[in-house]
């Protein structure tokens, strides 16, 4: 328990602090990672060299998942009770659904790192006896095909919305009681996954990072931005429209204390616009020089061509801007809607 700050009428308590907010980041963030180096993948067709965008995904899904889970067990009353969640499973709770889904995602997100780092694990002479084992099962799943993939993509989807669907679940919370909010986050984890990963891929991976498929990611958070920002528009309107106590709420949480502030300043201004704005002056540029590239050497095999001239220092403004709306958006969500009721 912790208390918010804030210029209301009392102080509420805080159920859930910052562990479960850098809990629901995270999550959002290792699925986003996940389906952007997925999505880099099959848009790379047969190539099984791995661009550095899914290597810096699959390197991210995993502890940030782990993570993820370990401030979620510690937030609770009796963390070395957590077992019994998966012992005593229940179908109606939201909670015993979604520890099975991250048993599951968390497991496969792993799987996929094995695959992806697969060669470097082999090369590791010194530790066969660990590792040797770990590539039998990373080898029989591998041929298993492009459906153990869908199931990746799809429980990493899954993780992504079921965080919304946590909050949702809360019918005394107005503005955490809305339909909108997995869609939310999902939306949100998906951009907060593809800066990052472009933010580890253009940092540890640049040399097998392929031009085709960094203007892939920007352009997918090109169109998940805006899309954030349409679905929030639409949550709030939705909560001014329902009327009485949702309006009321409403209205509080954009207007009141120093969330409002956040939400404003941070999750709009700093996370959603400014993003937009670089993205329309300096990357358009960076879009513009490889589109003409590739008109100007009509021979050019795009698939093997290798990031050169890349403005490194814009993109990771850019990416470190959408991460902190993230981030400040997670924390909104969650202490308004605890405050606000």
């Given at each position: 328990?912790?208390?918010?700050?804030?210029?209301?009428?009392?102080?509420?308590e805080i159920q859930w602090g910052w562990e479960i907010a850098i809990y629901l980041l995270l999550a959002g963030l290792s699925a986003g990672a996940l389906i952007s180096a997925l999505l880099v993948k099959w848009s790379s067709g047969n190539d099984n060299s791995y661009d550095g965008l899914v290597k810096a995904g699959a390197l991210l899904a995993p502890p940030a998942i782990m993570i993820g889970q370990g401030l979620l067990v510690a937030d609770l009353g009796k963390p070395l009770?957590?077992?019994?969640?998966?012992?005593?499973?229940?179908?109606?709770?939201?909670m015993s659904i979604g520890v099975i889904m991250l048993m599951v995602y968390s497991g496969l997100s792993v799987l996929f790192a094995g695959i992806?780092?697969?060669q470097t694990l082999t090369d590791q002479d010194w530790a066969d006896w660990f590792f040797d084992p770990i590539i039998v099962?990373?080898?029989?799943?591998?041929?298993?095909?492009?459906?153990?993939?869908?199931?990746?993509?799809?429980?990493?989807?899954?993780?992504?919305a079921y965080t919304g669907f946590l909050l949702s679940a809360l019918v005394a919370k107005p503005l955490l009681n809305v339909p909108l909010l997995p869609m939310l986050f999902l939306v949100s984890g998906m951009s907060a996954g593809v800066a990052a990963s472009v933010v580890i891929g253009i940092t540890f991976f640049k040399d097998s990072v392929k031009d085709h498929n960094l203007k892939y990611l920007?352009?997918?958070?090109?169109?998940?931005i805006p899309t954030e920002l349409f679905i929030l528009f639409i949550m709030f309107t939705g909560l001014f429209n329902m009327g009485g106590q949702y309006a009321i709420v409403a209205k509080q949480a954009l207007t009141i204390g120093i969330w409002a502030k956040v939400f404003w300043l941070g999750v709009i201004g700093a996370g959603l616009v400014l993003p937009i704005v670089v993205t329309f002056t300096s990357l358009h540029r960076y879009e513009q020089g490889y589109n003409a590239k590739i008109s100007m050497t009509p021979g050019m095999n795009t698939i093997n061509t290798v990031v050169e001239e890349l403005p490194v220092g814009t993109i990771l403004i850019n990416s470190a801007l959408v991460l902190i709306g993230v981030v400040l958006l997670r924390f909104y969500i969650l202490y308004a809607g605890q405050i606000f009721i």
């Open positions: 328990m912790d208390q918010i700050w804030g210029s209301i009428a009392q102080y509420r009770s957590f077992w019994l969640l998966m012992v005593n499973f229940q179908f109606q709770s939201v992806v780092f697969k099962v990373v080898e029989w799943f591998e041929k298993a095909g492009v459906w153990v993939e869908w199931c990746m993509c799809l429980s990493a989807i899954s993780i992504a920007l352009s997918l958070d090109n169109k998940l």
